[in-house]
């Protein structure tokens, strides 16, 4: 199970995985100031270490520089959040999930088409 | 083990003397010496607490021996044996000693009176000597005192294995309900104040509503814990500061070596008011660390968040380990009170905090502790240092066996001294080896008996041999296979200096050796052995002196030039005339004071020599030269150096004849008016004094340096005060030239020599 991650946490795992899956300090500094964020120095490292705790980062030093490479890809962490949300909010109904979505307008005829033909060649590949 | 107990025991007592002066002192200080101060002095009682340091000499290692002496008198009742016995304390000689001692024990109610008996009975368990016992009385009771240690000991693992799973269970719960502050506001704000503490690694901020207080949790990677995130800014500023300030200062790992020592210790009540007083230091120094980086409006701010971080009805009570904000009521009143007297530590306060702990360090050391046999488990008495008295050196002029040389200590060096043939003859046999150091005190007539050369080819002179000017007359060799003829035979490394032999008869001697080696004084030197100032005059020889052992003093003077100031001047005393009077000027010349000072010695009050070179001094202005020739001077020819520097108004020189003279007066009134001459003379070059600072074109000067150079006048002011640095070049004439700022450069230089 993926533990929970504050929304701050999630910022810096998507600046990782952005970059492929791992990240120097300094990059994800950089990044952060290219969004505009200037976090304190400390505050980033004690997200980070954060997440090393949780389980979704890994950290080696490469020289005197820290480097954290992601545990979890971003696909995984997607479809746990999600799941979880979808237990939290639908008890697990994957049908209510997609009827708010269509009712909504939040998922378009053009989504249907391409999700179709996306269902249709993962079964033929699974045949 | 008994002995490592005892250790403690003694460590224990003398700690208690420095918790009780400490505490003494505080009161009296309380408010003039920093908190911080007061927080770190029991650092040096903790140490006094746990390190089996001591010097020889001290107060409780003293009482612990005395103890351990008086046990072992037999109206003492204490056995060696392991089986210990005693008559019922009442009749111990050390009781009173040991209950007074200990007094505080007895009220402790964890050892009772009888364990406090028993510890200075264990005391006596290693002493040296033993009474007798008398079994008939109290086994049942001494059978106990053997195992005491393992009652120690006992108590201080389990105390601290207490403390410890006490401390993991409480931080396992705390942390188990902790919830990160995922605010970054506070995350920023909080890593602002670890760059302000200079805290390096990041602590981490948790919430946990279960702690009534913020807190620090944990010894390696310390949290911060905060009851709640619901705070103000200052609040929040003021809390992580607070903690901050006791992660950077090491609180927690000082707050365990405390608790270690309080285990350790426990059978001692004073170490629990240690820790108690230790704790409330610990706040009090950390809040005083907080308000002095705040203005009165942020120690308002601070005192109004230390109000509110005890929150009512705090779920669980902490253990000693953990850091809080806020504590009980009194030390919270004592808090508040101390952060709205806040001052500055004054100068005054300052020199009283290093006084004390002066004093403490010297409790430290005076206070000891019974370390240096119980460490080792010596079983010795007080050792007694035995002087080292020379059986065999007669000291006074009792009847004496005429062999028998006096010692005379000359910096640290003895001399042997030798008066007689007999002791001459001495030299290299028994007790009086080759390799020390001899003065000749007489002239010494030898017997005609054969004389055997001081040292062999297998044992050398390596020592010294003084002939101090006295002469050895007489000295006879005749044995036709003797190798080595001389007096002494074969030296390495030695001195042999300043002898007269005179009528010496060695011609005869190894007649029948083809590889004779024959000299009157040294024949065979090895090394670096040297021979020199020696005076030889062969028995019914010319009158005429001639240098002994060929090595001319001139190339020994040449040798020492610059080097060697004492063996330079013998070899300038044994110089003729002329070549000192060479040495002299060259001496004079190459500005040597030293080397000049020592040649002068070697001659005469007013020799020619000495008037010459005066003569050159005064001319070249060359005054420290004149000063130490004024040394060699009659008080006549000084008196009429002064009226020639009087006429010609050289002030420096008449100061200098002056001093020779010992006219202090006349001094004191020249030396003022030499004061004033020269503050004139400054005057004209825009330097001007009040009082005893200087100022040059109107502005303080702050390095003041007057420098002839070539001459040994100088003057060197420095006023911390001052904006300018000025240097003052004179001429040959001792004028004034000009007058310079200095340069950064120069100023490095000043500095650098000194």
């Not at chain 2, 009652?151 to 201080?156: N, Y």
């Not at chain 2, 426990?266 to 009090?284: I, K, S």
């Not at chain 2, 009521?329 to 004390?356: H, N, Q, W």
Request: aromatic residues 10%.
């Amino acid at each position: 199970m993926i533990q929970q991650v504050s929304d701050s946490e999630l910022e810096l795992m998507k600046i990782v995985w952005a970059k492929g899956g791992t990240a120097l300090y300094a990059d994800i500094m950089e990044e952060l100031s290219k969004a505009g964020r200037s976090w304190q120095k400390n505050t980033v490292i004690t997200l980070l270490s954060r997440l090393v705790e949780k389980g979704l980062l890994r950290t080696s030093k490469i020289g005197r520089r820290n480097e954290y490479a992601a545990i979890v890809s971003e696909a995984d962490y997607q479809a746990a959040q999600t799941q979880s949300f979808l237990n939290k909010l639908y008890d697990g109904n994957v049908k209510g999930l997609v009827a708010t979505l269509i009712q909504r307008d939040m998922f378009t005829a053009k989504d249907y088409e391409e999700l179709r033909r996306f269902w249709e060649g993962g079964t033929k590949e699974n045949e | 083990m008994n002995s490592i107990f005892k250790l403690f025991l003694s460590m224990s007592v003398s700690g208690s003397l420095m918790i009780l002066a400490l505490l003494f002192l505080k009161s009296l200080l309380r408010n003039k010496i920093s908190r911080q101060w007061q927080y770190y002095a029991w650092l040096i009682v903790i140490a006094r607490l746990l390190l089996p340091i001591t010097p020889d000499e001290s107060l409780v290692g003293n009482l612990f021996r005395w103890a351990d002496q008086a046990s072992s008198v037999p109206a003492a009742v204490y056995d060696g044996d392991e089986s210990m016995k005693s008559t019922p304390y009442g009749d111990n000689p050390m009781d009173d000693t040991m209950r007074s001692l200990l007094g505080n024990r007895f009220e402790s109610g964890i050892p009772s009176q009888k364990g406090t008996l028993s510890e200075a009975s264990a005391s006596a368990q290693d002493s040296a000597a033993f009474g007798y016992t008398d079994p008939s009385k109290g086994e049942n009771i001494s059978a106990v005192f053997g195992y005491l240690w393992i009652l120690w000991l006992t108590g201080a693992l389990v105390l601290l294995a207490r403390k410890i799973t006490a401390y993991q269970s409480y931080a396992r719960y705390i942390r188990a309900g902790c919830r990160e502050v995922a605010d970054i506001a506070m995350l920023d704000l909080l890593a602002r104040e670890e760059v302000w503490a200079g805290v390096k690694r990041p602590v981490e901020l948790y919430v946990n509503n279960m702690v009534s207080s913020p807190m620090l949790l944990g010894l390696f990677r310390p949290c911060i814990i905060l009851p709640t995130a619901d705070l103000s800014q200052d609040e929040f500023l003021c809390t992580v500061r607070h903690e901050l300030i006791h992660y950077r200062r090491w609180d927690m790992p000082y707050k365990w070596l405390v608790q270690i020592t309080i285990c350790l210790h426990w059978f001692n009540p004073l170490v629990y008011l240690m820790g108690r007083e230790l704790g409330r230091a610990c706040e009090l120094s950390c809040d005083e660390a907080v308000i002095r980086s705040l203005d009165q409006q942020g120690r308002r701010a601070y005192g109004d968040t230390l109000l509110h971080a005890v929150r009512p009805g705090g779920v669980c009570r902490e253990p000693f380990a953990s850091v809080l904000l806020g504590e009980s009521a009194t030390l919270l009143r004592e808090r508040l009170d101390a952060i709205m007297k806040y001052k500055k530590m004054s100068k005054k306060g300052c020199c009283a905090a290093l006084l004390v702990s002066a004093a403490l360090a010297f409790a430290f050391a005076a206070s000891g502790a019974y370390a240096a046999e119980a460490a080792v488990g010596n079983r010795t008495a007080v050792p007694v240092k035995a002087v080292d008295v020379p059986d065999n050196m007669p000291s006074g002029t009792g009847v004496v066996p005429e062999t028998e040389m006096e010692t005379l200590e000359i910096k640290g060096i003895t001399y042997y001294l030798v008066f007689n043939e007999e002791q001459l003859r001495a030299i290299g046999t028994g007790r009086y080896g080759m390799d020390l150091n001899y003065m000749q005190q007489a002239d010494i007539q030898l017997s005609d008996e054969e004389w055997m050369p001081i040292g062999t080819m297998e044992n050398p002179f390596t020592g010294s041999y003084n002939g101090n000017g006295y002469e050895i007359a007489g000295l006879t060799m005749k044995n036709p296979d003797a190798a080595v003829v001389g007096m002494f035979g074969v030296a390495e490394n030695a001195h042999i200096y300043n002898i007269t032999l005179r009528d010496y008869d060695i011609m005869d001697a190894g007649k029948n050796v083809s590889a004779l080696a024959i000299a009157p004084i040294l024949p065979l030197a090895l090394g670096d052995a040297r021979s020199y100032d020696n005076f030889v005059y062969p028995k019914e020889a010319a009158t005429a002196p001639e240098m002994a052992d060929s090595g001319s003093s001139d190339v020994l003077a040449d040798e020492y030039y610059g080097v060697n100031l004492p063996q330079f001047s013998y070899a300038f005393a044994a110089l003729d005339e002329n070549a000192q009077g060479a040495w002299l000027e060259r001496i004079y010349n190459d500005g040597e004071i030293a080397f000049f000072s020592v040649s002068l010695q070697q001659l005469d009050v007013d020799n020619p020599l000495t008037t010459a070179l005066a003569q050159k001094a005064y001319e070249d202005g060359k005054i420290s030269f004149f000063s130490v020739l004024t040394d060699h001077m009659g008080a006549k020819t000084l008196e009429a150096w002064l009226d020639k520097a009087k006429q010609e108004n050289r002030v420096s020189f008449q100061s200098v004849i002056l001093k020779a003279l010992d006219r202090d007066w006349e001094l004191e009134a020249l030396e003022e008016e030499l004061e004033r001459q020269q503050l004139e003379e400054y005057g004209n070059y825009g330097i001007t004094r009040e009082g005893k600072a200087y100022y040059y074109q109107g502005q303080m000067v702050n390095i003041f340096l007057d420098h002839q150079s070539g001459s040994a006048f100088y003057r060197l002011d420095m006023n911390p005060n001052g904006v300018v640095n000025i240097k003052i070049t004179r001429g040959e004439d001792g004028t004034i030239q000009s007058v310079d700022y200095m340069t950064e450069q120069e100023v490095e230089e000043l500095f650098g020599e000194r």
